[in-house]
């Protein structure tokens, strides 16, 4: 009892730390002036700027002063998210090009040298989701891979892919400027420029994907961390993009080329035809898929490889940790397909497959061994169907990348981990599948990275522990591997090697990852419609 209140009253005085700037200001010289940060409880110190602005839908531009975001006074306010559907118009701004930076304590001493950057791009489907979500304050993670963690914002959703005259990759052109701003400023706080690692879940990931597709962004990063990369939707095509350009275009009140007609709609008017294309993207272009139908396009000029056998890759060499959660589809399965409680009949299964992967996909999957269910039984359906979201947009899609990365491009070492423990997300809270023994849904891996598990369970805080001592570690010498943890292999072409991540398990089961099954006799996506 004693226990569980302290731990309710800690986290209260944390959360008025936060809001509330009454501890110390920090200030540091860099070379576009003053910055203003807080310290944190932790030890770390918080800095909030705006490193880029932009015109709507035009390229954003690199700040060049250090100023607080939305024309704030205060150093200890949080940046406005950028506008977004299911939020009050008050907690966002078209003014959102800004950056959470997490400073650890230096070590006082000659030996200091620089410090590692990590770079966090968060997820949401391109359209949602800030640098002030929930779990991502750095300052822990910041003090345990004694790394400077940069949370950055990029625009979200039309205002940032489909501008109705173009260019259609604006979030893209704010996260090579975000890290470029960073490159400038980093020296001021101990960092370097050539000391960046980029980390990111979900979309997130999906992000750091575009940038290693994109050969203007090589020299901008070192390494890269992806988590829950839904790999199988790949990028959209041109001709993709152009479909639900013109469904966006159309319902807007001004002609595509009518700058000031465009600059005076309101971000609802925005936000609200967009959320329609978003809606009807599956049934516009079947390739858009469910998940994040609006996202970076395969353009040939920024963006220039599928990462994959058919193209080369950028002339890079950077080494990558691939990771998934044991049950990413969870959320997918349990909540959006069939929401509520009740199992799905066994003979949900075979059509369910078909509706989602066309009649020849789906005959190869339901043959096949991996995805058992006897369809007048009374198993539930989601059980295999939750196994094959998980394998099929997620798990195996990374699992194929990882083997390209290292075969096809090289390209320097990829590790491939799965989460087997993980700490629910609040998106998840309300899901029951999600709060059962021993499932991990997409995003429970997120507050175990950041060390921001509320009340961590012993196996939570020793997966923390592990994965930040990893993260320092892939940081510092480009390789996960720490005396005293297990041996993380990397990945080759024949095995990805993948290390359980939390729990008791020695060896992940490979199932239908095998490099014959998805991505050979069953196409992903990005395959299977060619882009
Ligand atoms: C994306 O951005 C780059 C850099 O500004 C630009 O050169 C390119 O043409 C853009 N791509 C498309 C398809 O507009
Ligand atoms: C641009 O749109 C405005 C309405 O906002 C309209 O009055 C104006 O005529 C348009 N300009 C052109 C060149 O079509
Ligand atoms: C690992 O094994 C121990 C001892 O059997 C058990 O108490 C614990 O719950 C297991 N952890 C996980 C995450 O399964």
Same mark, same amino acid.
């Given at each position: 009892m004693l226990r569980s209140l302290l731990g309710v009253l800690s986290l209260s005085a944390f959360a008025h730390s936060r809001s509330v700037p009454r501890s110390t200001t920090i200030t540091s010289s860099t070379p576009l002036g003053t910055a203003q940060g807080i310290l944190d409880t932790s030890g770390a110190t918080r800095y909030a700027v705006r490193y880029a602005t932009a015109e709507r839908w035009q390229e954003s531009v690199v700040a060049t002063n250090w100023q607080l975001p939305?024309?704030?006074?205060?150093?200890g306010a949080l940046p406005l998210q950028c506008p977004q559907l299911d939020? !009050?118009?008050?907690?966002?701004?078209?003014?959102c090009l800004s950056i959470l930076l997490y400073v650890p304590p230096r070590t006082p001493?000659? /030996?200091?040298?620089n410090l590692n950057t990590l770079v966090w791009i968060h997820g949401g489907s391109f359209d949602s989701g800030s640098a002030?979500?929930?779990?991502?304050?750095g300052s822990n993670l910041a003090v345990a891979t004694n790394a400077i963690v940069a949370v950055l914002q990029y625009r979200l959703g039309a205002l940032a892919l489909l501008a109705p005259n173009g260019p259609p990759n604006l979030s893209v052109l704010d996260t090579m400027n975000a890290i470029k701003f960073l490159g400038q400023v980093l020296p001021s706080f101990g960092?370097?420029?050539?000391a960046i690692t980029l980390a990111g879940q979900s979309s997130g990931a999906g992000m750091i994907r575009t940038l290693l597709a994109t050969p203007s962004a090589q020299?901008?990063?070192?390494s890269a961390i992806l988590q829950s990369?839904?790999? !199988?939707?790949g990028f959209l095509s041109t001709a993709t993009q152009t479909i639900l350009q013109d469904n966006f275009n159309s319902q807007?009140?001004? /002609?595509?080329?009518?700058t000031s007609c465009l600059s005076s709609l309101s971000v609802n008017t925005i936000l609200s035809a967009y959320s329609n294309t978003n809606s009807a993207a599956t049934s516009l272009?079947?390739?858009?898929?469910?998940?994040?139908?609006?996202r970076p396009v395969?353009?040939?000029?920024?963006v220039t490889s599928r990462?994959?056998?058919t193209a080369p890759f950028p002339a890079t060499s950077k080494p990558l940790l691939l990771t998934t959660v044991l049950n990413d589809a969870g959320p997918t399965i349990y909540n959006v397909l069939f929401p509520g409680t009740s199992p799905v009949p066994a003979d949900f299964f075979a059509p369910t497959v078909e509706e989602t992967l066309g009649d020849e996909r789906a005959q190869t999957v339901v043959d096949s061994s991996y995805y058992p269910i006897d369809p007048?039984?009374?198993?539930?359906?989601?059980v295999p169907l939750q196994l094959l979201g998980t394998d099929y947009i997620w798990r195996c899609a990374v699992w194929t990348f990882a083997r390209e990365w290292v075969g096809?491009?090289?390209t320097g070492l990829a590790w491939v981990g799965v989460f087997e423990v993980g700490a629910t997300y609040p998106d998840n809270e309300d899901i029951p599948y999600c709060l059962e023994e021993g499932v991990v849904c997409h995003e429970d891996d997120i507050e175990i990275v950041f060390g921001?598990?509320?009340?961590?369970t012993a196996a939570q805080a020793a997966l923390t522990l592990e994965i930040q001592t990893r993260y320092r570690a892939f940081l510092e010498n480009a390789d996960p591997n720490v005396p005293g943890l297990a041996t993380w292999s990397p990945a080759t072409t024949d095995d990805v090697n993948a290390l359980p991540l939390?729990?008791?398990?020695t060896a992940v089961d490979v199932g239908a990852c095998?490099?014959?099954?998805?991505?050979?006799?069953v196409q992903y996506d990005y395959q299977f419609y060619d882009i």
């Open positions: 939305n024309d704030f006074t205060d150093p939020a !009050d118009d008050s907690t966002f701004s078209e003014d001493g000659p /030996a200091a040298g002030t979500g929930t779990g991502l304050d960092g370097t420029a050539s020299s901008l990063f070192k990369d839904p790999m !199988d939707y807007l009140p001004c /002609a595509a080329t009518n272009a079947p390739s858009t898929g469910l998940g994040e139908p609006i395969l353009d040939g000029t920024l990462l994959d056998s007048n039984g009374d198993e539930d359906a989601r096809n491009g090289a921001t598990v509320p009340s961590p939390g729990g008791n398990a095998t490099p014959s099954f998805w991505g050979d006799a």
